[in-house]
């Protein structure tokens, strides 16, 4: 994916103020950043005509069920940041709907969520899934700040 020249405090910003709001992880570096976004889903898929990412995660977060609770997992993924990383992959997904569907995409009617499965904690009941869902009100702003040549929007 091109960045545009992209002010990190600003990415960082709309994420703390859409994706768990108020809740603590670590700031991102400030700093200005452009070029070739690179990376790798580990998988695509559809379901019921919407689109979502899943990705696999290998951290071991403990050794008891209650390492792999709800608000554990939401834990974990902000320590690491993987919130960018599924609003990223999310904004990845949107941008190729956009491109494949035309004018028959919606992003409320074909994107779905962004989904980390803790391998881990595959075995405690409710203790392994955490998804982040998709919503206009930061997945266009994000849109926005990453930039991209002669783009535009379809809702």
């Given at each position: 994916m091109p960045l545009q020249p992209l002010q990190t405090m600003a990415l960082d910003e709309l994420l703390r103020r859409h994706l768990w709001a108020g809740e603590p992880r670590p700031a991102l570096k400030p700093q200005t950043v452009e070029g070739l976004l690179m990376g790798f889903a580990d998988l695509v898929l559809e379901s019921a005509g919407r689109y979502q990412v899943l990705d696999y995660k290998s951290n071991r977060l403990g050794?008891?069920?209650?390492?792999?609770?709800?608000?554990?997992?939401?834990?974990?993924?902000?320590?690491?940041?993987?919130?960018?990383?599924?609003?990223?992959?999310?904004?990845?997904?949107?941008?190729?709907?956009?491109?494949?569907?035309?004018?028959?995409?919606h992003l409320d009617t074909h994107l779905g969520a962004a989904h980390f499965v803790f391998l881990r904690g595959i075995d405690q009941a409710g203790g392994h899934l955490i998804s982040v869902e998709p919503d206009a009100a930061w997945l266009l702003p994000l849109d926005e700040l990453l930039g991209r040549p002669g783009a535009s929007s379809h809702t």
């Open positions: 050794s008891s069920p209650s390492h792999y609770t709800p608000a554990a997992l939401q834990a974990a993924v902000l320590e690491h940041r993987y919130d960018l990383q599924a609003a990223l992959y999310l904004l990845a997904l949107h941008r190729l709907l956009q491109q494949r569907l035309g004018p028959r995409y």
